[in-house]
T-cell receptor, first 112, second 112 residues
């Protein structure tokens, strides 16, 4: 129940294309869903986050789509760039502790 | 301003030795987390500190793992009698009053 399932494991996209990463959860107590971006040798960095009271959030080229009834959420990267090549983690948390439950990660490669 | 810092950046130790990993959170951040990132287990929560409250130790994998946070700032994660399966990147994150956790670069631990 505490798991967050993420797919695909890896993704190759051409420059200018759309990258889509999907996550699913079971625990309906989750109330905050962040996406983290991680470059090799660095710690994860928050990219964008959403709460379940909205169905979509957009920040620049990054959009989260959230489907509460299906318990799924996804990250869309528009106009993907080689600099977006990184590992992306979805996560979920709940309550006051905010301890993050991470998905398994998606390695994105954007080809020039 | 300065981000979360961790030391050492790399640590190689022999099986059975004790190790100490240090985290300096962002000044003023009241919450501090330790996570572990490994190929087999992904990113997993270890322990959470909030102010003067008792820490949430629910993610510690065994009693060989312990952590403390002194003066509400610096934290040390100690692993006793290290095993090869302890090899991983240990990440520290701190959080102000909001939701976002800010991660350090991690300590890569290799147990020979």
């Amino acid at each position: 129940q505490q798991q967050v399932k993420q797919s695909p494991q890896s993704l190759i996209v051409q420059k200018g294309g759309i990258s889509i990463i999907n996550c699913a959860y079971e625990n309906t107590a989750f109330d905050y869903f962040p996406w983290y971006q991680q470059f090799p040798g660095k710690g994860p960095a928050l990219l964008i986050a959403i709460r379940p009271d909205v169905s979509e959030k957009k920040e620049g080229r990054f959009t989260i789509s959230f489907n509460k009834s299906a318990k799924q959420f996804s990250l869309h990267i528009m106009d993907s760039q080689p600099g977006d090549s990184a590992t992306y983690f979805c996560a979920a948390t709940w309550g006051a502790t905010n301890k993050l439950i991470f998905g398994t990660g998606t390695l994105l490669a954007v080809q020039p | 301003g300065a981000g979360v810092s961790q030391s050492p950046s790399n640590k190689v130790t022999e099986k059975g030795k004790d190790v100490e990993l240090r985290c300096d959170p962002i000044s003023g951040h009241t919450a501090l987390y330790w996570y572990r990132q490994s190929l087999g287990q992904g990113l997993e929560f270890l322990i959470y500190f909030q102010g003067n409250s008792a820490p949430d130790k629910s993610g510690l994998p065994s009693d060989r793992f312990s952590a403390e946070r002194t003066g509400g700032s610096v934290s040390t994660l100690t692993i006793q009698r290290t095993q090869q399966e302890d090899s991983a990147v240990y990440l520290c994150a701190s959080r102000p009053s909001g939701d976002t956790q800010y991660f350090g670069p991690g300590t890569r631990l290799t147990v020979l």
